[in-house]
């Protein structure tokens, strides 16, 4: 089993986007994957229960942090058949919490807003992760999304800077776009919508995909046909 861990200290960059979109594209292949929620507002959930019921399935496990009268212990449980478990990270996540999802991760995805205000708060995350045991004995990898990126900056040059002298790769840029307003709403990803409607938005989410599963475009793309 591969665990991706979807994070950013930061609320509104688009983590549950990133996490729900990576699981709806294995549900897709007939890939047994897990949604695993940290967050208490259970976002990925809630999505999760959007699904219709002839979508292709996705097992959900509740991680957020214990509340009277809930096992959480039962509620993580993650089906043994599973090849892949996503996990949607909640905003603010330090100490034993995050040492916890660190741990399982194999592949760390940190989606954030290419601005000044969100580059200075992920920043400093960046430089701690970098310095994590986890990262530094090649226990997981890690790289960077820009999401909700303008249609008029595609790019940010202090973005690149900063990860060039911490040695990371920004992996894609996903224009902000409403398309995955939609496909939230229904509980459903890009790659499960009709393909007139979202051709951009996989093109764009397609590095995403294959840096966590390892396989090249050409062979995701046979995959899908």
Known sequence: MKTTLVINPKGGA???????????YFAAQRIACTLMDYDPQGSSLNWLRLR???????????????KFGRLRSFEMYVPPETRHLVIDAPAGAC??????????????????????????????????LVATRRFQTGGARMAVVANKVRRSMPAYPPLQELLDSLGLKLLARLVDSDVYMKAAETGCGVFE????????????FTPIVEWVTDVP?????????
Do not use: W, Y
């Not at 219709?52 to 214990?66: F, M």
């Not at 475009?217 to 046909?225: Q, V």
């Open 14 to 24: 688009g983590k549950t986007t990133i996490a729900t979109n990576l699981a709806s």
């Open 52 to 66: 219709a019921a002839d979508a292709p399935r996705i097992h959900g496990a509740n991680a957020a942090p214990e």
């Open 95 to 128: 100490g034993v919490l995050l040492r916890e999802m660190l741990e399982r991760a194999h592949s760390i995805v940190v989606p954030l807003v290419p601005s000044s205000i969100d580059l200075h708060a992920t920043g400093n995350f960046l430089r701690e």
């Open 193 to 204: 919508m009709n393909a007139g409607i979202a051709i951009a938005e996989c093109r764009q």
């Open 217 to 225: 475009a050409l062979n995701l793309r046979a995959a899908a046909a």
